[in-house]
């Protein structure tokens, strides 16, 4: 087969991050890399400098397409309780079923080992918070940093879901979001 002579280094990161979750974090490798986008090794090890590296900018990419549809589904979903549980399970969608997500979790411990990874997870989780914040704006007795509670409750559920994965991860977390709302706002 021909190896095709450029990609661009957003495709390169796009394929990095399907394999990553394909196949686990330990799949990143530049020979496995190779193999996915058609590239030498080589040529994958000149514009990444080191497998530190090309990991770091596989999940920098990641980070910038989350930040990217989070801002999305803030400005779509109204701003209403209901547009909080709607943005929060529209996020939920691309976790996928429970060996995507145990996968997904192997990412996330790449991102709590690099610092500069963990502050794009900490200002992810600040617009998240204001995103959904804003989403309780007009609603009296709301509690202070409703949105970091509300965004606290989905990533639980999310992790309980993991453990029974009977139902789709996206209707599960919408019921428990519903039910998180409607207890809070009842009090």
Known sequence: MA??????DADVLATAHR?????????LTFAGLAQYCG?????????F???????????????????AR???LSTQMPKTPAGAV???????????????????LLVLRED???????????????ALSKALDDCFAGIAGTPRDMGLLMASHWQGSLLWWGFEPKDDVRRYVETSLKRFVAALLRS
């Not at 190896?3 to 661009?8: A, G, I, L, Y």
């Not at 963990?118 to 600040?126: I, K, L, P, Q, S």
């Open 112 to 126: 709590l080992s690099d610092p500069l990874l963990r502050a794009r997870g900490a200002n992810w989780r600040r």
């Open 86 to 104: 709607k943005l929060l399970t529209a996020l939920s969608g691309s976790y996928g079923g429970i060996e995507a997500y145990a996968r997904g």
């Open 70 to 72: 989070t801002a999305e």
């Open 3 to 8: 190896r095709p002579k450029t990609q661009t």
């Open 49 to 67: 400098k080191s497998k530190d590296g090309l990991k770091q900018a596989t999940l920098l990419y990641a980070w910038d397409k989350l930040d």
């Open 39 to 47: 590239l030498a090794p080589a040529t994958l090890v000149q514009r």
């Open 19 to 27: 394999l990553i979750h394909e196949e686990g974090p330990e799949a």
